[in-house]
Every structure is written in structure tokens, then in C-alpha cells.
């Protein structure tokens, strides 16, 4: 039915509004199935699963991972946790897709400064709370959604240090009305995600698209690559030829890093689509998607 990715800085507020957006799709549908996911429904410490890097990126794969197993057109999935990387969102906005299902992103917009005096007093009373470095390191690396990305659109957006949390916000009511409400052909104001053949069929994907898909991003490499060492000068825009996509640099890439995110890009575009496309049963798709991975991560 739904998938509602909550976003936010630690310690803003993201866990209440959860808990009244909760209550108030179950207070508007007597038959509703509303889910939340976060760190403590898997059994997993704040401090723990943000101490570095590592532990943090696995955090994301065990959420991402039982999202992916829970979202259904019958359910609607909050994922409450910090979500506070775009690439990330947009990683959960293509399992809604795959799902052909409604998605949101609700922002809880508190000043840092707050949350840093709310983390304090979670400290003082014993409640959950984060480290003081811990929550310094999680502060600094927040990306803040942008509702012109179709990963963090459609936006609601709470301001808790100002306005509280209750049930009864306007916005809360707004995101209700946008998970719950019927839709039909006229409807305008609600977009249901359609998965695309790419999402249908990659999960299925048969040899002959894994074969191409391996030829197709290996020749993305050796073009790269290439481009690279020409002259000795670095390739900002390299160019594949017609009908593909631009590959945009900002900086050198080198092989065991591009060999790197081959194996990365090729492991999830068996879960799921990375992009829209069409699905890689042919050389030139294949390429566009990888080539818009590739955008994505190292790109301009």
C-alpha cells in the first residue's frame, strides 16, 4: 500500500512523529495494517549500530533488507530511523517502485541545536540517546531532503522545536489523507509507484541478460579507463556514442574502483532497478543503467 520514510537529524523528534502518524492511520482505518521498522524492532543499540562506518553501512543493509520483505500493497511501512543519506533514500524509494506502491518521505526539520539539547536531557534521564561524538559525526553528515528528487517527493514536513508533535498536526493529517485515499483514474494529487519492466524482471533475470549486462558495464570500464589515460589528461564527460548517456566526472577514477562499483552495481540490479530505463536484456540498456550509477556515485 504504502511505504513512509521518516528523515532527520538524531534526536528530532522522528520517533514520536512516527508514533502519532501511526496512530492516526489506524485512527482513520479500522482495517489498516501499519508497520513501523526501525533500529529497536531489529533488536539493534543506537550507539552500536552508529559507531563507524562499517557497522553503520551494515545497520542500513539489515533495514534496507527487511523493508524490502515487509512492503506489500496491503501494509503501510514506516521506516523510522535516521534515513539520512540521499543515495539511501533513493535505495528505498526503488523497493516502493518495484512494489508498485504509494511512497513519502516525512521530514522532521529540527534545528540541530535542539537536538542536541534533546539528546542531552535523553542522557540525563536515561533514556535512549546518542553519544556525544556519535551524535556530533551523525549531525554533520545529514543530507536534508529535497522534494525536487523524486526519492524524497512527495515531502511532509514537521518542525517539532516549534510546533510540538501531536497527532492532530496539519501535516500529519495531510500525509493520512495522501497514504489512505482512494485512487482512481482521475486522481492527480496521489502517485502510486509503477514498477517498470526493469523492476518486474530483474528479479527473474534470465542468463542471456546477466551475460549482457556483464559484457555491457565491463565495456563502460574500458571506456573510462581509456578516456583516462589519453594524453594523460582526465575526462570530465566521456561519451559512449549515440543514444547513451553522458558519463560525468569530477574526478580520476581508478580501475579497482571502478571494478568496484561494477560488482556493487550488478549485485543490486539483481534485487532490484537502479534506475528507470528498460531492463538490461540488451547491451545498451544495460548501459544506461550502469552509466547512470555511475553518475550517481562519482559523478558531477
Request: with cysteine; proline share 5%; hydrophobic share 35%.
Amino acid at each position: 500500500m504504502a511505504l513512509v520514510v521518516m528523515c532527520g537529524q538524531p534526536c528530532s523528534g522522528k520517533s514520536e512523529a512516527a508514533a502519532c502518524l501511526t496512530a492516526a492511520l489506524r485512527s482513520s482505518m479500522a482495517d489498516i495494517t501499519v508497520r513501523v521498522i526501525d533500529e529497536s524492532s531489529l533488536h539493534l543499540g543506537r550507539n552500536d549500530s552508529y559507531k563507524d562506518m562499517v557497522v553503520e553501512k551494515n545497520l542500513r543493509g539489515v533495514l534496507r533488507s527487511e523493508v524490502d520483505r515487509s512492503v506489500s500493497r496491503d501494509s503501510i511501512i514506516i521506516v523510522d530511523s535516521l534515513n539520512n543519506i540521499k543515495g539511501y533514500r533513493y535505495e528505498l524509494w526503488c523497493l516502493a517502485r518495484a512494489s508498485g506502491i504509494r511512497y513519502c518521505v516525512f521530514f522532521c526539520d529540527t534545528e540541530v541545536d535542539h537536538c542536541r539539547e534533546w539528546n542531552v536531557k535523553r542522557q540525563e534521564k536515561g533514556e535512549p540517546s546518542y553519544d556525544s561524538n556519535i551524535f556530533e559525526d551523525l549531525a554533520r553528515r545529514f543530507e536534508r531532503p529535497d522534494r525536487r528528487s523524486r526519492w524524497d517527493s512527495p515531502l511532509f514536513e514537521l518542525f517539532p522545536s516549534r510546533e510540538g508533535i501531536v497527532e492532530s498536526s496539519p501535516v500529519i493529517g495531510e500525509a493520512v489523507s495522501y497514504l489512505t485515499k482512494k485512487v482512481d483514474s482521475k486522481t492527480r494529487d496521489v502517485k502510486v509507484l509503477q514498477p517498470t519492466i526493469a523492476t518486474q524482471s530483474v528479479r527473474t533475470t534470465e542468463a542471456n541478460s546477466l551475460y549482457e549486462m556483464d559484457k555491457a558495464t565491463q565495456e563502460v570500464v574500458s571506456a573510462i579507463v581509456e578516456a583516462q589515460s589519453g594524453l594523460g589528461l582526465t575526462m570530465n564527460k566521456i561519451s559512449l556514442g549515440p543514444n547513451l548517456p553522458t558519463i560525468n566526472l569530477q574526478r580520476s577514477v581508478g580501475l579497482p574502483e571502478l571494478r568496484s562499483l561494477r560488482r556493487t552495481f550488478i549485485k543490486l540490479a539483481g534485487q532490484y532497478s537502479l534506475s528507470g530505463p528498460p531492463p538490461p536484456t540488451d547491451a545498451d540498456s544495460a548501459k544506461r543503467m550502469f552509466v547512470d550509477y555511475l553518475n550517481r556515485e562519482i559523478g558531477v
